[in-house]
């Protein structure tokens, strides 16, 4: 029997083993780097964690610092704000200041050159003093008589004459006294208290005082004002009346016994009244208190007025004023009031007529 060859056999068990053995090294190396890099992935997620956390506090640090810086800029917005509504104050006061400075160089001016013609005129004056009084020694007497309780019952200086004089007296409600205090306490007052007050009694009496030396062949008209303007006779706004025509003067007088102070004051009011004379006063005489409170259109509310205001009501005023009308003011001063005593008397130096501001005891 013959020996059968032998069969070769390619796939061996080493050659298995091998194999296996290859395949379980790659098996192990893949395991290896499977687990290193799940610890290098969570070593880089930590990392990236503390990363995002730091930067997240790092945002958060810069919003809290934009939002103090936010607010350094608005503080610093709101001090430029202010310290420019400061600058500007400043500035219209140095304007104010200059253009006060400017006025009263302008005054100084007008001051001397008024001086320079008083003194003239106190020349002329005494001359026609002295003519006055030999008048009155041939026997010459006044229209009506006055007696005052003052130690001066005559003003030097002051032309009383003229063919049609008219007086404009401040019935407003600043005639009750000189303090602003008592102005409103007085206001509440009835009217027959209103009436006595010592400010609106000596008024009255300077109203006498210039009636009394009233020209006998002159005429005349008495108006009372606050925020209007009207004569003391009723029927009569316009009209001229004579001082020896029976005892107009005297029912002109007594009339204003019954007038009560009160409301504001409209010097408006009182141009008008003069426009409306036909023909125009050649003298008047204003009694008053204190710059309008009250422009050319009366207000729209209550409130108060400054002195700027008032300045401006009193120049619009003013203005309107007939030319070549000398204006004597008399004028009672209030507190509240400083620029008052230089604007009234600026006036009657640029009319012609005279100022006095008179003590308590005249007249």
């Not at 056999?9 to 395991?31: E, P, Q, R, T």
């Not at 990363?51 to 608005?74: F, G, H, M, P, W």
């Amino acid at each position: 029997m013959a020996r059968r060859k032998r069969e070769t056999n390619v796939y061996s068990m080493s050659f298995l083993d091998i194999m296996a053995c290859g395949f379980g090294a790659i098996i192990l190396f893949f395991v290896i780097i499977q687990h290193a890099t799940e610890d290098r992935t969570d070593d880089l997620t930590a990392d990236l964690s503390g990363e995002v956390n730091r930067l997240e506090t790092e945002v958060a640090l810069e919003e809290l610092n934009r939002a103090k810086l936010q607010q350094s800029i608005d503080e610093i917005e709101q001090e430029i704000v202010t310290s420019q509504a400061e600058a500007d104050r400043m500035l219209e006061e140095v304007t104010d200041s200059q253009d006060a400075l400017t006025e009263q160089e302008q005054e100084t001016a007008a001051r001397r050159e008024h001086f320079n013609q008083l003194v003239t005129d106190i020349q002329a004056i005494e001359e026609r003093l002295k003519e006055i009084q030999a008048e009155q020694e041939l026997g010459g007497e006044d229209v009506r008589n006055f007696y005052g309780s003052g130690d001066r019952q005559y003003l030097t200086g002051v032309n009383v004459g003229g063919q049609r004089i008219m007086i404009l007296l401040d019935a407003s409600a600043s005639m009750l006294d000189e303090t602003i205090v008592n102005i409103i306490r007085r206001r509440h007052l009835p009217d027959r208290q209103k009436r006595r007050a010592d400010k609106w009694q000596r008024a009255l009496l300077t109203v006498e005082w210039i009636t009394t030396q009233f020209p006998e062949t002159s005429e005349f008209q008495i108006y009372t004002f606050n925020t209007r303007a009207d004569p003391v006779l009723k029927d009569t706004r316009g009209e001229w009346l004579k001082v020896d025509q029976g005892r107009l003067l005297d029912n002109a007088v007594d009339a204003l016994r019954e007038r009560v102070p009160e409301n504001g004051t409209r010097l408006h009011a009182v141009v008008e009244a003069i426009n409306d004379m036909n023909p125009l006063p050649d003298n008047i005489f204003l009694i008053i208190d204190s710059l309008p409170t009250q422009g050319e259109s009366p207000p729209r509310g209550p409130g108060t007025v400054d002195s700027r205001r008032r300045q401006r009501f009193f120049d619009d005023a003013v203005r309107e004023l007939p030319r070549g009308v000398p204006i004597n003011v008399v004028l009672f001063p209030m507190e509240g009031d400083p620029l008052a005593s230089s604007e009234y008397w600026k006036l009657a130096v640029r009319t012609g007529g005279s100022f006095m501001s008179p003590s308590k005891d005249w007249p």
